[in-house]
Structure formats: C-alpha cells, structure tokens
C-alpha cells in the first residue's frame, strides 16, 4: 500500500491500521512533513512496515507493483495530472487501485479557492473534471463516494483501477 503526498503522516497512520499485515511506502516532496510523518509513525518505522521516500509517483518505482495508492489532496498540486495518473497506475499490479481524495472547488474553503489559484494549482468544478482524466492515463472509474451531505460534504472518493 502506498500514500502520495503523506503530509504529517496521519492517512499514513490510517492506512497501517486499516491494513495491519501490509507494508507501506509514503512519498512526498517535503522533508520537514517527513519529519513530522517519522515522528508520528515510529513504531511502524522501527518495525519495517513503513518506509517514507522523498518524491512524487516515480520515486515509488522500487516498491511496486502495489495493490493500492492512495492520494488524498494532491490531485490539485500534480501540473499534468494525466501524467501523474499514468505513473501511479504503472505502479500498480494487475487488479490493483488508485484511490483519489479530493474536494470540488465549490467546497474548499475561500482561503484554499483563492491561495490555490493565485500559486497556478487547479481545482475542479465537478466530479466529471476529475473522471475525466482517468481514462487519458490508462484508468478507469470503479466507485465513487460522496462523504457527508452534498451541499457541505467532508470530501469525495474516487476509486479507479487500469483498463484491462
């Protein structure tokens, strides 16, 4: 099991509980959240059930294939995110998934709509947006979720896996 863009390491904690016997890898551009992931998941660290890289979906490489990747908030940092899908489903093995957590602009808050656009990231208007880059990098939609109610959800899954 493997978390794209792990921050401070609690979707990391998350994922070691929820998957008690598999081995996880984090990647993520920032040393100081590596520091803080480390610091938040010692244990499992020490016990050599997880291991955190510096990097994006490539430095992921060495770890595959993997079952699941799972990328929470990150969709709107990826400059071509075609291109990051198609790297994250090369990581994948036959039958594996992507699961993409993401919010629809309409429900971030201002200061992230405003930050967000300013810094030349991208947020998504609709669920379709997001499905539509799915199938350019290989992936096809499975299951989708709406978490909470639909006009102030706490966030949307998606869960993709490669075209056969």
Known sequence: VAELGFGPGVGLAALLSAFPGAH???????????????SRNRAAIDAGRLRLVQGDAVALNP?????????????????????ALDAIRRLLRPGGHVALGYHLERHMPAIARRDFVAEGHRLYEDDDEVAALLLPAGLTAEHHRVFGPVDRPAGRLLIASPVS
């Open 24 to 38: 996880v890898v984090g990647a993520d551009p920032s040393p100081s959240l590596a520091g803080q992931a480390a």
């Open 63 to 83: 770890y595959r294939p993997i079952d699941l990747v799972v990328a929470v908030h990150v969709l709107y940092f990826w400059p071509d995110p075609v291109k």
